[in-house]
């Protein structure tokens, strides 16, 4: 991809250091520093030595007139200077890789590597089944999932660290982010087996505000949407019990947590068996939509744009 190390020149001589200097290599090593925190591991992973690597870093900050790295017990830690440095070099790191992907052609002999976003419930409600089928179809393709929350993935598909995300609504694509809906979903209000006598009558929301209740925590799409929702019918209601993720929310409310919202698909096999009950309102919950969300202005590896189209050809079935 870039010059070799054991091509690296030192070409800062005193008094003539500048950016322009600066031999791309240099980057490359010092991405390899940064991502694994330690001069030893990266100089493995670049097939290179420690005092070389060393080297290159010392020049590296020479070149740009600031302190990249600090040296502690267990290996370094990026300055401030370098953190804002890695954050532009990860992404043309990632970028040159799928660059070299895509003019290689690698889709054609059922090959590559896609980095896919995706949120618990899009990922059990559409994503696993599809992916399923595809890897069928092409099994030599690499698949990296990033589970995050929507915020967090739409960040993530903005700088180029995602090929493509499937998420959750609610959300805003915005500038170049593309928003295709995959499929819709509906959710209900469970709560565990001792709430049987609750799923005989329809409920007003503010005669269950003294419940306790398990919900998903601050930062998170759904937390936006239920708060917004609560305010709308006019009721207070935090959680009790706060969940990062959307898996979390099932297991305790079959704990006896309380109760909360979870998509209908996934709490059924609860409901069956009497784990679960449904406590019905009065009142209609949001419509929830899962969508394929992907940058229409950055170039796509054969792979990525291969996995966009499969998505989007098994949601009209």
Same mark, same amino acid.
């Given at each position: 991809? %870039? ?78 200077? /370098?953190?804002? %440095? ?80 499937? #998420? ?8 170049? %982010? ?5 499929? /819709? ?6 709560? /565990? ?23 998903? /925590? ?18 207070? #209601? ?11 929310? #099932? ?33 209609? %919950?949001?419509?929830?939509? #899962? ?27």
């Amino acid at each position: 991809m %870039l010059r070799s190390m054991g091509n690296v020149k030192q070409s800062f001589q005193n008094g003539t250091k500048s950016i322009m200097d600066i031999n791309f290599e240099y980057y490359k090593i010092f991405y390899y520093v940064a991502k694994y925190k330690n001069i030893t591991r990266a100089a493995a992973a670049l097939g290179s030595n420690q005092p070389n690597v060393t080297r290159v870093m010392k020049l590296l900050e020479e070149g740009l007139h600031c302190k990249l790295l600090v040296r502690e017990a267990r290996g370094v830690m990026l300055t401030e200077e /370098g953190e804002k %440095l890695y954050a532009h070099v990860e992404i043309a790191f990632h970028q040159l890789l799928k660059a070299q992907e895509e003019i290689g052609f690698q889709m054609l002999d059922g090959t590559g590597t896609v980095e896919i976003g995706a949120t618990e419930t899009a990922l059990h409600l559409f994503l696993l089944d599809v992916l399923r089928t595809f890897k069928e179809a092409y099994p030599k393709v690499r698949i990296k999932i990033h589970n995050h929350t929507t915020p967090e993935i739409l960040r993530s598909l903005a700088y180029g660290k995602l090929d493509l995300a499937v #998420i959750t609504t609610p959300f805003e694509a915005s500038g170049q %982010l593309v928003n295709k809906r995959l499929t /819709g979903f509906r959710e209900i209000l469970v709560g /565990g087996g001792q709430y049987e006598k609750a799923g005989s009558v329809p409920w007003d929301l503010q005669d269950l505000t003294e419940y306790p209740w398990v919900g998903i /925590g601050a930062g998170t799409a759904t937390c936006e949407l239920y708060r917004e929702y609560f305010f709308r019918q006019n009721v207070n #209601i935090e959680p009790d019990t706060e969940v990062a993720t959307s898996d979390l929310l #099932i297991p305790l409310i079959r704990a006896g947590m309380g109760i909360g919202f979870v998509p209908e698909r996934m709490a059924q096999p609860y409901l069956e068996e009497g784990e679960l009950v449904q406590i019905p309102l009065t009142c209609e %919950l949001p419509k929830r939509e #899962i969508g394929l969300v992907y940058d229409s202005g950055r170039g796509k590896s054969a792979a990525a744009e291969g996995l966009r189209k499969y998505l989007l050809d098994q949601s009209e079935k």
